[in-house]
């Protein structure tokens, strides 16, 4: 019982990094990455679509990203939602592809984006306490030995130990990244 509570925390602890690596990801550093088109909608016939199931996205320069329309009328709608979803880049629109340019990122602007980073991984710490805690109630509630229970958040302590630390070394490579010229 106590096996099946430690290994569904686990479970959640995993998902809550892979969230913070997505929105990790979503975080520009100065370089071409698809990853920042990923929450843009496209109203395509009536429907937001997402743009990656509009065009292809691939990168031809280090600091540039390409977007082909599989259907090329769709081309303009494609560039409405780039400018409606605040990525903070301006389409060029050739009449086949969209261009997106990524601008050189400022002294100023890493620190902010280093900042947002920051934030993101606390909001993990905070979501890894929530399921610590959870778990924790849930020893409690089981009828076993006191021994047992105390082993079981002892084991669930050592999670979160294990889990804060994964924050910790990937907010530490974003920042890396983040700040690097």
């Given at each position: 019982m106590i096996e099946d509570i430690l290994t569904n925390t686990e479970l959640e602890m995993t998902e809550a990094i892979e969230n913070l690596e997505k929105r990790f990801s979503n975080i520009r550093a100065g370089r071409a990455n698809p990853a920042i088109l990923d929450g843009v909608m496209v109203n395509y016939y009536g429907s937001d679509t997402p743009l990656k199931q509009l065009a292809t996205i691939s990168i031809p320069e280090a600091r540039q990203l390409m977007?082909?329309?599989?259907?090329?009328?769709?081309?303009?709608?494609?560039?409405?939602?780039?400018?409606?979803?605040?990525?903070?880049?301006?389409?060029?629109?050739?009449?086949?592809?969209?261009?997106?340019?990524?601008?050189?990122?400022t002294e100023e602007t890493r620190r902010e984006y280093v900042k947002q980073a920051k934030s993101y991984a606390e909001d993990c710490r905070i979501v890894l306490r929530n399921i610590r805690q959870d778990a924790n109630k849930d020893?409690?509630?089981?009828?076993?030995?006191?021994?047992?229970?105390?082993?079981?958040?002892?084991?669930?302590?050592?999670?979160?130990?294990?889990?804060n630390k994964i924050v910790d070394e990937k907010f530490k490579e974003k920042e890396t990244e983040l700040m690097t010229v």
């Open positions: 977007i082909k329309p599989f259907d090329k009328s769709s081309i303009n709608a494609i560039e409405k939602g780039i400018y409606e979803s605040n990525v903070g880049l301006t389409p060029n629109n050739n009449g086949e592809v969209i261009i997106l340019n990524i601008p050189i990122l020893i409690d509630k089981l009828e076993v030995p006191e021994d047992d229970a105390k082993k079981g958040q002892e084991d669930v302590q050592e999670l979160i130990n294990k889990y």
